[in-house]
């Protein structure tokens, strides 16, 4: 069993930066991938990005790449979403996942077997 609970969310200005966290529970977390989706109102859930229990496979969004980095510490039992150069269309509610294949290469939810609650980015233009 893995809880997950993601924070630093808030509102920004467009370009402007935010880091999101996400503080897991269970022994089993670093065995663990570990993925970031969003949803913004009126749409559906979007894959973000996704981090291999090791770290050394990162796999982007399309739309994200270039502008957010995830990264994790598996001794804090933590995983991280650096979000940069944002924009009005990143606005979304935010949400942590634990895919316990490990590869770190799956965007699809369904392989996700923990979810956060979400926390909010809204981003002003």
């Known amino acids: 069993q893995v809880q997950l609970v993601e924070s630093g969310g808030g509102l920004v200005q467009a370009g402007g930066s935010l880091r999101l966290s996400c503080a897991a529970s269970g022994r089993t977390f670093s065995t663990y991938a570990m993925g970031w989706f969003r949803q913004a109102p009126r749409k559906e859930r979007e894959f973000v990005g996704a981090?291999?229990?090791?770290?050394?496979?990162?796999y982007y969004a399309a739309s994200v790449k270039g502008r957010f980095t995830i990264s994790r510490n598996n001794a804090k039992n933590a995983v991280y979403l650096q979000m940069n150069s944002l924009e009005p269309e990143d606005t979304a509610v935010y949400y942590c996942?634990?895919?316990?294949?490990?590869?770190?290469?799956?965007?699809?939810?369904?392989?996700?077997?923990?979810w956060g609650q979400g926390t909010q980015v809204t981003v002003s233009s």
């Open positions: 981090i291999s229990w090791s770290g050394g496979t990162i």
């Open positions: 996942a634990a895919d316990p294949s490990g590869r770190g290469t799956n965007r699809r939810g369904y392989n996700y077997a923990y």
